[in-house]
């Protein structure tokens, strides 16, 4: 099973180039989500979508969009790289149920220079 | 605002039991996890707890759960090298579109 596949694995932008995450989930689930994780800070969430159609702002959305192409895909769009956005992204998501387990994906890890 | 606490640092021999801590605040908490994350890798759900429960127990791994005081933790029994990792407490609240609220993680190093 693939369960959460996140492209690219690693990325190297100049400041001010802009770039999209890609996250795509084959396990049916309807929420999808998008944390950083950086040194000392642990995971912050910066967006979220609860459902198909839907996005909500996180803990630290700015600097970020995202699309919720569909039910399968979620992707998050750094439109002008900043260095603050050097971090480890980590895409997720969850089926409402039994422990509603959140499942993430491997990491992109993006360095902003 | 939710906040999830946890020591930084964990120290064990191999062999011992470890022990890792944590606190939230959020009263409402329904669901609390423990997720693993070793060197280069994402998040791996170890286990999970559901608020009216107390303790649960996995294999080697034990979860207590202290709900009047807002405590959880996680026993690693006969602790293993390749248990070397961060440990991530977090807990879910708001319902149907939770979210989950992580701690900054515990570094559990396991020496021979």
């Known amino acids: 099973n693939a369960g959460v596949t996140q492209t690219p694995k690693f990325q190297v932008l100049k400041t001010g180039q802009s770039m999209t995450l890609q996250c795509a989930q084959d396990?049916?689930?309807?929420?999808m989500y998008w944390y950083r994780q950086d040194p000392g800070m642990g995971l912050r969430l910066i967006y979220y979508s609860a459902s198909e159609g839907t996005t909500d702002k996180g803990e630290v959305p700015n600097g970020y969009n995202v699309s919720r192409l569909n039910k399968r895909e979620f992707s998050l769009r750094l439109e002008s790289a900043a260095p603050s956005q050097t971090s480890v992204y980590f895409c997720?998501?969850?089926?409402?149920?039994?422990?509603?387990?959140?499942?993430f994906g491997e990491g992109s890890w993006l360095t902003v220079v | 605002g939710e906040d999830v606490e946890q020591s930084l640092f964990l120290s064990v021999r191999e062999g011992d039991s470890s022990v890792i801590n944590c606190t939230y605040t959020?009263?409402?908490?329904?669901?609390l996890y423990w997720y693993k994350q070793e060197p280069g890798a994402g998040l791996q759900l170890l286990t999970y707890?559901?608020?009216?429960?107390d303790m649960k127990q996995d294999q080697r791994l034990t979860v207590l759960l202290n709900k009047k005081d807002k405590h959880l933790s996680l026993r690693i029994a006969d602790t293993q090298t390749g248990d070397s990792a961060i440990y991530f407490c977090?807990?879910?609240?708001?319902?149907?579109?939770?979210?989950?609220?992580f701690g900054k993680g515990t570094m559990l190093l396991v020496s021979p």
């Open positions: 997720a998501s969850r089926l409402r149920g039994a422990g509603n387990t959140i499942y």
């Open positions: 977090a807990e879910s609240s708001r319902g149907g579109y939770s979210t989950l609220t």
């Open positions: 959020d009263s409402s908490s329904t669901y």
């Open positions: 396990m049916n689930h309807n929420s």
């Open positions: 707890i559901f608020s009216n429960m």
